[in-house]
């Protein structure tokens, strides 16, 4: 055992890194609760399940036949779009309307820009969200000097506009939700603090002030953003300055928003929700899909599930009892940076994270077989192809092949299988701890040993090992049902012990299905990431006939997702609400059947101008409505073709990536 271990503190890091309740175990942030109706939101109830309607808020009967297939998929609060007075006043009509059907779900009106909307929606609905960087503030683009006298004169003006509202929720008994969004930050936060977690964070804490002085607290915090890691680092900052600022502690709703469609859009949002989930944090979940809204709500639930019970100590994974005294943590939860790693063969130092396909269920393996993980041979020219999601290693366990392996993809054998051949050198040993301390061969430059987190806080003689080795990549696993926790903690020990040698993450999943396992998965993988660790992935999800071609996908799409290996064009398309002005499915499934071999460009597709190009920030080109079919066009930020026929956008779409010099023709990419 090292002196490292068994605390019985209930906090884990020291006090200036508190975000989270625990880092190694599970166990919810509590919160104050909050009202929304009959429905109770906080730590004391539930995680929430919400989402939002796409049909046009005057469309009184869509609306609520579309809140009703919302309802019965579970959905436990609808939000409504209510851009201006008129849609705020239809907002009783669609309640009356679903309460005459006996449907008492608590409705939310989703407000930007206008303050008379939010003022009477507030007398007419349970819950009202603002976004506090456009409630008080119009976008300008403009980067204006603050002295601290203009910046209080503009607190001030804020308080003005912003107080009638905080009133009238006081006295109706409304909630609220402060929902900050990294994209669409007010010019007052962006001049002062930047495109930061800590600009997000500050803007919600201006209009929290400001609720506080008048002693309302039914409210709700929320900080979305594209980008996951923007995002994580938002709520874990958010979190820390309601502790520190002597603010209560209350509940936050969790998103990432225009995550996309498809597997894409899935994977993205578990990257984010399951990363703060894990942390104990979220009270309520929406899950942002370009899809009908009732298909976000199995999704939500599935992250939310595994939560269920978990409430429990986590007493197997010892704490370090070194951070509650005051230790620095090993990693900045509020900016991610990357575990230093020593650099071997193509693992670790700056290398991206390498993804290792498992066929080590397979009793023989052919060349056919390896089109799952993108590899291809081609007979007539007699060679291989890879296409962008091609894995760097495959994992045969005992089995032998018969063939060549392309030169992208090298082998590795469990070292028992590895010991008793002939090897070449590009076949690589995969040992377990107690074989590999004792071996007396290896391999002269890359071995993989295989060890359980469990092992690096309990083997002292494994970790002394480790300490010298030289040509070794970790892989590292965890029988424990709290997996993310426990590989977690084994990562802060080896940062603790000085080992920096790379780390592979191996995750096996069995008796799941295959929708869940792409959720699980980046949930427990993407934390890990997210935090800066881990040199290389490998998934297997155990029982399912296809699991080959879902492990690869997921496997490169959690890398994407986190940001840490682009293999992918990136689409960030919001999941449209009643401002909509295209239809965005179907555009979405357009652009993307066109652009989807641009590896590493990113593209925003947003169904309206009010919102759209502030939450595509991230984004190297956006397709953005800007009237009934209607289209603008943007470079980065800059409009550069207005009012484009809907027609015509894609291919105009295409024609500005060709100018860029960056297009490239599909079959150019497929070597
Ligand atoms: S960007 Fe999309 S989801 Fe956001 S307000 Fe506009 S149409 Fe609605």
Known sequence: MSSLQQSSSAHLISDGNMYAPTLFGYQRRETIPVSIGDLMLGSDFPIRIQSMTTVDTMDTMGSIEQSIRMIDAGCELVRITAPSVKEAQNLEN????????????????????????????????????????????????????????????ELERIRDKFLPLVKICKEYGTAMRIGTNHGSLSDRILSRYGDTPLGMVESALEFLRICEDEKYFNIVLSMKASNTQVMVEAYRLLSKKLADGQFKAYPLHLGVTEAGEGEDGRIKSAVGIGTLLEDGLGDTVRVSL???????????????????????????????????????????????????????????????????????????????????????YLPEPDKWAMNDLGADYLF????????????????????????????????????????????????????????????????????????????EVLVLSSSFSNR??????????????????????????????????????PTDAGALFIDGFGDGLMLSLAGLPVQSSLENSTNFGILQACRVRISKTEYISCPSCGRTLFDLQETTARIRQVTDHLKGVKIGIMGCIVNGPGEMADADYGYVGIGKDKIALYRGQEVVKKSVPADSAVDELIQLIKEDGIWKDPQETNN
């Open 94 to 153: 669609i309640r009356k309307g679903l309460r005459a059907k006996g449907y008492k779900t608590p409705l939310v009106a989703d407000i930007h820009f206008t303050p008379n909307a939010a003022e009477l929606a507030a007398r007419i609905v349970e819950k009202v969200r603002i976004n506090p960087g456009n409630y008080a503030d119009k976008k300008r683009f403009e980067t204006i000097e603050y002295s601290e006298s203009s910046y209080q004169a």
């Open 290 to 376: 370009t899809e009908d809204p009732e298909f976000e709500i199995p999704v939500a639930k599935d992250l939310v599930n595994r939560y269920v019970g978990r409430n429990r100590p986590n007493a197997p994974i010892p704490s370090l009892s070194n951070l509650s005294a005051g230790f620095d943590s090993p990693i900045n939860p509020f900016a991610h940076t990357r575990r230093k790693s020593a650099e071997l063969m193509n693992f670790g130092g700056h290398q991206v994270p390498r993804v290792i396909a498992d066929y080590s269920h397979l009793k023989s393996i052919s060349m056919e077989d390896l089109k799952s993980i993108g590899h291809f």
């Open 396 to 471: 045969t366990g005992t089995s032998d092949l018969d063939f060549m392996l392309p030169n992208g993809l090298k082998q590795i054998q469990s070292a028992t299988t590895w010991l008793q051949s002939s090897p070449s050198e590009h076949q690589f040993p995969l040992f377990e701890v107690e074989d590999w301390l004792k071996a007396s061969k290896k391999h002269a430059q890359l071995n993989f040993v295989q060890a359980d987190a469990e092992e690096i806080w309990s083997n002292d003689l494994f970790v002394n090992a480790l300490k010298l080795a030289q040509n």
């Open 484 to 521: 993310m926790a426990a590989i977690r903690r084994a990562f802060f020990e080896l940062e603790i012990q000085g080992i920096h040698i790379p780390v592979v993450i191996r995750l096996n999943y069995q008796d799941i299905h295959a929708d869940q396992f792409q959720l699980f998965a």
